[in-house]
């Protein structure tokens, strides 16, 4: 079994679906395919996810001497943080209440298996 270098970023101010849409894009992708997509989405999670990709490339350098160009994406999931609960003011003195949702990232990399 090979290793995997992985990378969590956990409070995060987004949406988990939000950045589900995205994980699902470029989850079983190398690693350069995925920098390049997340460069140019138009989200606003892509920065944070970029940033995690590459915190994970480094923690594979680092820890078991992998090249960034034979890396992949070997997991890639979102779990939902704890919410943010805030109120908005509203007519007649009323008050309702508004959730910000928060997420945890987790990224996995790994080898590519093909012997090249």
Known sequence: ??????????YLRLSPNK???ILDQIRGRNY??????LEFMPYRACKAIKKLL???A???TNSY????????IHQ????????????QPRAQGRAFKIHKPTCHITLKVTVTSLNN
């Open 1 to 10: 079994m090979q290793n995997t270098a992985s990378a969590t970023s956990k």
């Open 32 to 37: 350069q395919e995925a920098l390049i997509i």
């Open 58 to 60: 480094a923690n594979a």
């Open 76 to 87: 890639a999931f979102v779990n939902i943080g704890p919410k943010l609960k805030r109120f």
């Open 54 to 56: 590459e915190s994970a």
């Open 19 to 21: 950045v589900r849409r």
């Open 65 to 72: 001497g992998y090249t960034k160009n034979k890396l992949v």
